[in-house]
């Protein structure tokens, strides 16, 4: 055994790990339940401490010259404690190099993983500041002054760092828009530090006892990720304009001599239909373009990326919750986390999908006839795994798919599972029987004509993806 530590035996340093883990955990603002984790100054200025502790031993152990064995070794049980199923898989990376500078992982954990409201952003930075004046006040009589004169240092070299790199007014990334609302400092790291400061290891590196200057940058990090986010959220919005303006007036030029005076009542009927199957796709493409709908799908993978027990685990703790909504957004999550690897085909099937001007009956028919001579698809076991659950939580509402887009439900469900039978079932009573009328408003009562409603949507939506498409994948 290598372990040289004459303080902390190695298996009680695994122990504190763990621990450690926990409140790593809890600094992603949730804890295991789902419920939000609420941090105030005392709490943080504890979990700092922990990284401290770390940052100890390996500074102590740096002293013995079997430093390098035992660095190893701790590393070989770290290796061991990740490779769990059960530990969490956003941490899997921790090792020596990482507790080595464990209060910077702390603060970057709860600035950077934990969602910032002003009531966190408060008392995180009250706590920063207070450990720095605390940990000055140790060599300094006057540690106020001593600290905002080390700051304004430490600001200052922002400046020198972007001038050693030769930045000029001329070289600075300009961004598209600049938010009024954010402050002179903020802007500036847009502009010109974003990738030649903040992401620096040296000058990260270097934060000695002044966790200040170290939040500030990461601050600014954050800063600037959003900026680009933003403008990346207003190019997708105006892609999503784009592709929905032009797929409609593509279609429509097609038709265009049908509608001036004298137009058959053929060519009135096919502008109609034209125009039905236009707004159904732009709703489809504005759904799947969104930036909302873009960000749960981002976290779906990351969500599915964990084993199939801990992610089970976070949903059941938010069913329990009270809050309706919650149903819901589980079932979209787990919806997207099917159609997660066919993404991209989706969108670009879509995008090139013509008017195939057949009836919704047709379609129905065609639906019906699907289930007689369908076989399964191959599936992976993550995807397996997914199906099931969502299966067994909509056993008993199974009319919950109607509160979320056709597109999803329509792409994510494949046609040879119990679920798709269940929809198409339902679909098919809207279709037909009197109670449909909840969901067709202007509809024939009958059920004879479909048109403008939710039905037609579900309708066309079902039959494109698992009739007109392949089951081709990315």
């Not at 064995?69 to 921790?94: C, M, Q, R, W, Y």
């Not at 797929?247 to 001036?260: A, D, L, P, Q, Y």
């Not at 239909?273 to 909302?292: I, P």
Request: net charge negative; aromatic share 10%.
């Amino acid at each position: 055994m290598s372990w040289s530590h004459p303080d902390i035996s190695m298996e009680e340093l695994v122990d504190r790990i763990k621990g450690f883990v926990d409140i790593l955990v809890l600094a992603s603002g949730y804890q295991s339940s789902g419920l939000p984790a609420i941090w105030d100054v005392d709490n943080i200025k504890k979990a700092v401490r922990w990284g401290l502790f770390f940052e100890d031993v390996f500074k102590s152990l740096r002293l013995y010259s079997n430093y390098v064995e035992s660095v190893k070794e701790l590393d070989a049980a770290l290796f061991n404690l990740t490779s769990d199923p059960i530990f969490p898989l956003g941490l899997a990376h921790l090792s020596s190099a990482t507790l080595s500078n464990a209060r910077r992982f702390v603060l970057e954990h709860l600035l950077q993983a934990h969602p910032i409201k002003d009531e966190h952003l408060i008392s995180f930075l009250r706590a920063v500041v207070e450990m720095d004046i605390d940990e000055l006040s140790e060599a300094h009589n006057d540690c106020p002054k001593v600290y905002i004169d080390r700051l304004t240092l430490q600001m200052d070299s922002l400046e020198l760092a972007a001038a050693g790199k030769g930045l000029t007014k001329a070289d600075k990334t300009s961004m598209p828009e600049d938010d009024p609302n954010a402050s002179k400092c903020f802007k500036q790291i847009d502009q010109n530090l974003f990738t030649n400061l903040i992401f620096n290891d040296e000058t990260r590196g270097c934060i000695g006892a002044d966790a200040s200057f170290f939040v500030i940058q990461e601050i600014l990090k954050r800063q600037a990720v959003m900026s680009r986010m933003s403008s990346i959220e207003k190019g997708l919005n105006s892609l999503s304009e784009i592709i929905t303006r032009n797929t409609v007036g593509s279609e429509n030029i097609r038709f265009e001599w049908k509608s001036v005076d004298g137009a058959s009542s053929d060519g009135d009927q096919i502008l109609m239909e034209l125009e039905q199957f236009s707004q159904w796709r732009s709703r489809c493409l504005s759904y799947l373009l969104d930036k909302r709908t873009i960000k749960l799908h981002s976290g779906a993978e990351l969500i599915f990326q964990a084993p199939k027990e801990q992610w089970i685990q976070i949903f059941e703790g938010l069913k329990s919750s009270k809050d309706p909504d919650n149903f819901l957004e589980i079932t979209e999550i787990l919806l997207l986390g099917l159609i997660s690897s066919k993404w991209n085909y989706v969108i670009q099937n879509l995008i090139s999908l013509p008017c195939d001007f057949l009836s919704i009956l047709k379609k129905l028919s065609d639906l019906r006839e699907l289930l007689q001579r369908n076989t399964p698809f191959l599936f992976s076991d993550k995807e397996n795994g997914i199906l099931q659950y969502l299966s067994s939580l909509l056993r008993s509402h199974p009319r919950k798919l109607w509160k979320l887009p056709s597109v999803l439900v329509a792409a994510a469900i494949p046609s040879w599972s119990v679920l798709f039978k269940t929809h198409l079932s339902d679909v098919e009573n809207h279709y037909n029987e009197s109670y449909h009328a909840a969901r067709c408003h202007g509809c024939d009562r009958h059920g004879s004509k479909h048109q403008y409603c939710q039905v037609t949507d579900m309708i066309q939506s079902l039959y494109i993806f698992h009739i007109h498409f392949s089951p081709a994948r990315d």
